[in-house]
């Protein structure tokens, strides 16, 4: 990219083409910045979906297996529409994990193999994060684009956690200890 490109995370930076679709420059700055903690929140949870993914073991292996892996793959798909997103707004979405680290509004935990309870409590944050930021997209940047983008990812968030607690419920009413791996 050339020095006089905005990566949407310096507004002193002219774009060559600024896009033109209702949003000023500074709510536009905002959202992609909000866009890339997202994206870092998506990351981050993708990363441990696939760490249950690898390292699942047990009766219920190939079934669990299977299943974070469809999990992962629609995150995956998620991130995609985040970052997709701040690039309509003129900014540039984040890509490295220094990055993601250091926009992630979940916990890292080094070291654990995340277990379904851990993923479930992450997805729930994930729906309380996405309800907020869809908030602040409608009431103080009045982009209706990105709240419906958030509103969207906040209800497949929905469905991976309902998806979660439902295993856990089977599990609990078998008798099995609740959490797997």
């Known amino acids: 990219m050339g020095p006089n490109r905005n990566n949407g995370h310096n507004p002193k930076l002219p774009l060559i083409i600024q896009p033109n679709i209702g949003l000023d420059h500074d709510a536009r700055h905002s959202v992609v910045e909000l866009l890339n903690t997202t994206l870092a929140d998506g990351a981050v949870l993708t990363t441990k979906t696939r760490s249950a993914h690898w390292n699942v073991r047990g009766a219920d292996f ?26 309509m707004l003129g900014g540039l979405a984040i890509g490295s994990l220094e990055e993601f680290l250091k926009y992630t509004r979940l916990k890292e935990q080094p070291g654990d193999v995340p277990d379904i309870l851990h993923l479930l409590a992450d997805h729930e944050a994930s729906i309380r994060f996405l309800r907020e930021d869809a908030r602040k997209c409608t009431e103080e940047y009045e982009d209706e684009g990105t709240c419906e983008l958030l509103v969207s990812a906040m209800r497949l968030h929905e469905k991976m956690a309902w998806m979660l607690r439902s295993y856990i419920e089977i599990e609990s009413l078998n008798g099995k200890k609740p959490v797997i791996l």
Do not use: G, K
């Open 62 to 87: 190939f079934e669990l297996h299977t299943f974070f892996e469809a999990q992962y793959q629609l995150l995956n798909n998620i991130s995609d529409d985040f970052a997709e997103r701040a690039r």
